[in-house]
């Protein structure tokens, strides 16, 4: 038996007998303890999931990987950043929503004088930049 199961063993054999004052039914008590255990896993894999699933979902977080990889996309084909959103997104009317944040307002893209860095940033919820709720990109 491995160091949990005698953990376990020896928690189930203190809870029968302060219960009871004697061994009476401990297969019960450590099958509800199992289950009781087994439904705590259970459950915090089950919300684990789903905020792994929402995150991934997120139709904002969506939008910013996708102009994280244009930026990637455009920099190995030019050996530059843009200099501007509007370079990036073209006459793209798909890429066109890239200047606006989820919440509206007007997103920031800075690049360096060389074009080899880059910051892109959003106001986040509350519509304010540099506070700390902004979604900042830069490499």
């Known amino acids: 038996m491995d160091f949990w199961g005698i953990v376990l063993e020896f928690i189930f054999d ?3 007998i302060k219960l009871f004052g004697r061994r009476c039914f401990p297969c019960l008590y450590k099958l509800c303890v199992l289950l009781a255990l087994l439904a705590m896993i259970g459950y915090f894999l089950f919300w684990g999931i789903v905020k792994m699933y929402s995150a991934a979902t997120n139709p904002y977080r969506k939008k910013l990987k996708e102009i994280e990889v244009a930026l990637s996309s455009y920099k190995q084909f030019h050996s530059k950043y843009p200099a501007s959103l509007k370079d990036l997104t073209g006459s793209d009317p798909n890429r066109s929503s890239w200047e606006w944040d989820y919440w509206g307002t ?20 509350d519509k304010v930049f540099n506070t700390d709720d902004d979604i900042i990109i830069s490499n």
Do not use: C, E, I, M
């Open 14 to 16: 203190l809870v029968s």
């Open 106 to 125: 007007n997103v920031r893209y800075k690049v360096s004088d060389d074009l080899q860095t880059f910051t892109f940033s959003s106001a986040g919820k």
